[in-house]
């Protein structure tokens, strides 16, 4: 079992950067692959960004790509989302996930945290 912690969630203008940060427990880290959900008020949880348990591999949306980058430290049992050129839509709740192969589909992912929020203001 995993047990994720996001954290560097806030309030930014937009146009600046963020980045969050997802700890996870356990020594089994590099086991899974990674993800980035996003979730607004009264909208769906959608998928911003994956890796692969080496890092050799990640997945973008293409509403974040080229402005987003997903890496991780498995030795800090830790993945990262560097959000650079904030846009008010990019305003929701940011959960990272747990999966057992890298995929864009929620019900994929067994472990979630619980969740960052993050707030673009114009």
């Known amino acids: 079992q995993v047990q994720l912690v996001e954290s560097g969630g806030g309030l930014v203008q937009a146009g600046g950067s963020l980045r969050l940060s997802c700890a996870a427990s356990g020594r089994t880290f590099s086991s899974y692959a990674m993800g980035w959900f996003r979730q607004a008020p009264g909208k769906e949880r959608d998928f911003v960004a994956a890796i692969s348990r080496t890092g050799d591999s990640t997945r973008y949306a293409d509403s974040v790509k080229g402005r987003f980058t997903i890496s991780r430290d498995n030795a800090k049992n830790t993945v990262y989302l560097q959000m650079n050129s904030l846009k008010p839509e990019d305003t929701a709740v940011y959960y990272c996930?747990?999966?057992?192969?890298?995929?864009?589909?929620?019900?994929?992912?067994?472990?979630w945290g619980q969740g960052t929020q993050v707030t673009v203001s114009s």
């Open positions: 996930a747990a999966a057992s192969f890298v995929s864009f589909l929620p019900r994929t992912y067994a472990y």
